[in-house]
């Protein structure tokens, strides 16, 4: 299984960044930006870390609704939506199911020294990945991830899904030559206007390895 260890995010305690900065690998079908633009969640989301699973699908729901996606009946849903999401130490190895395929599930080591109790590094990730209703073809996977010293899950729901769809529908040129790109890492910087305010994307840049 391919690993690759991506930044996840750039807390203050860990490395004065300014801003919240989240790692995001997305993989496109070359067709995935046109037609409706409708959806329906999978049965199978479950997998979102316990009873979060309702606060993420509501998150990107929401997203979704800003972007001109519209929720509608599985039936007549022109995207079926499988969600995921994980909650590790990062100090634990990242081999699992939903970082197959390079996901950015990973994030660099914390720097050797005492650390206060309550300190340990989690690695919190989300993975949402498009299936074409008609032929069950995986039309876009989008992964994002972030690092901070909370295990709850709870306060990077927002920060998680506006990393992951700050640039979808993904139709990132390659190099002007007008050829979809089928595969792109990039680093994505948020700040909140408020402290109880949505995340805003303020810079994506493409992230280096």
Same mark, same amino acid.
């Given at each position: 299984m391919k690993t690759i260890l991506l930044l996840a995010a750039c807390a203050a305690a860990l490395s004065g960044c300014a801003?919240?900065?989240? #790692? +995001?690998?997305? !993989? %496109? =079908?070359r067709s995935s930006s046109t037609g409706a633009r409708t959806y329906a *969640? @999978? =049965? =199978?989301?479950? #997998?979102?870390?316990g009873d979060r699973r309702e606060d993420f699908v509501s998150a990107v729901g929401h997203r979704l609704a800003e972007l001109g996606f519209t929720s509608v009946p599985a039936p007549a849903a022109r995207y079926r939506i499988a969600l995921s999401q994980e909650t590790r130490p990062a100090s634990v190895g990242i081999a699992y199911t939903d970082c197959a395929d390079g996901a $950015?599930?990973? @994030?660099? %080591? +914390? @720097? $050797?020294? *005492?650390?206060? $109790?309550? #300190?340990? $590094?989690? /690695? !919190? %990730? /989300?993975t949402l990945r498009f299936f074409d209703a008609k032929d069950g073809r995986e039309a876009y996977k989008v %992964?994002? #991830?972030k690092r901070d010293r909370d295990r709850d899950v709870k306060r990077d729901i927002d920060d998680l899904v506006a990393g992951a769809l700050a640039r979808f529908p993904f139709d990132d040129r390659d190099g002007g030559t007008g050829d979809l790109a089928a595969t792109s890492d990039w680093k994505v910087t948020l700040n909140k206007p408020q402290a109880d305010g949505a995340p805003r994307v303020t810079g994506i840049a493409p992230l280096k390895h």
């Open positions: 801003g919240t900065q989240i #790692a +995001v690998r997305a !993989h %496109s =079908d *969640f @999978a =049965d =199978d989301s479950g #997998a979102a870390s $950015p599930c990973g @994030a660099p %080591s +914390v @720097a $050797p020294g *005492f650390e206060w $109790p309550g #300190a340990t $590094p989690y /690695l !919190h %990730s /989300l %992964s994002a #991830a």
